[in-house]
């Protein structure tokens, strides 16, 4: 049973920072791609960041230098640190995996993900 549940939103205005967490059961965590999704009302769902099982990471333009994903390979736990948020952050945040290969895992597109998490709303606001 491949599980993932994430956890840290709420809501926060302009400025603020919020940290989310992702517990991962079901996978082999330790040698799988992982990233960060979101998607709000009306747009697709987007990467936002992506990470290698040893760190190396990937952000999307928008939130470079504001957010920061990281991992905790023996807690099978993944982090999105989010600092400096906008309104245009607001969206439901998803974690997910990866199958197979990483090959293209930097690509951020959300049909390469094998397994997803139920999501945890961000809302920012002024």
């Known amino acids: 049973q491949v599980h993932l549940v994430e956890s840290g939103g709420g809501s926060v205005q302009v400025g603020g920072s919020l940290k989310l967490s992702c517990a991962v059961a079901g996978l082999p965590y330790s040698s799988t791609c992982m990233g960060w999704f979101r998607q709000s009302p009306g747009k697709e769902r987007e990467g936002v960041a992506v990470?290698?099982?040893?760190?190396?990471?990937f952000y999307a333009a928008s939130v470079k230098d504001r957010f920061t994903i990281s991992r905790d390979n023996p807690k099978n736990a993944l982090f999105l640190q989010m600092n400096n948020l906008k309104p245009d952050d607001t969206a439901m945040y998803y974690c997910?995996?990866?199958?197979?290969?990483?090959?293209?895992?930097?690509?951020?597109?959300?049909?390469?993900?094998?397994?997803w998490g139920q999501g945890t709303q961000v809302t920012v606001s002024s």
């Open positions: 997910a995996a990866t199958g197979g290969s990483c090959d293209g895992w930097h690509r951020m597109n959300p049909a390469d993900a094998r397994a």
């Open positions: 990470i290698w099982p040893g760190g190396t990471s």
